[in-house]
């Protein structure tokens, strides 16, 4: 297990912004089921538990369950995000919700 690992190295962004698109698609896969902002967030956490239980095994890493908790912010976050952006699409209002980019000369 690591100990000189801080809360806001850079990394942690890192781990945060691979695991949110990861729970934005298990959130989208399990949309008509129940609970699908649990099981986005347990299937975006994967990568990240899988990556954690590598870095266990090596000699100049180690386990990092603030690494971890980084990979489940993300996940939930993806999986929030895009449960929220079904739902919406889903209440029946002919509604559009978009991202405009504009850029001038």
């Excluded at 934005?24 to 008509?32: E, N, P």
């Excluded at 993806?78 to 991202?99: E, H, K």
């Amino acid at each position: 297990m690591q100990t000189s690992d801080g809360w806001f190295h850079s990394d942690k962004l890192k781990h945060f912004a691979v695991s949110a698109p990861f729970g934005a698609l298990g959130a989208y896969l399990t949309r008509d089921t129940e609970h699908p902002v649990i099981y986005g967030t347990l299937i975006g956490t994967i990568p990240g538990l899988i990556k954690e239980g590598i870095d266990g095994t090596c000699r100049g890493g180690g386990f990092s369950y603030k690494d971890l908790v980084a990979d489940v912010a993300g996940a939930l976050t993806g999986a929030l995000l895009t449960n929220w952006a079904i739902s919406y699409s889903r209440d029946g209002r002919s509604r559009t919700v978009a991202i405009s980019y504009s850029r001038r000369f």
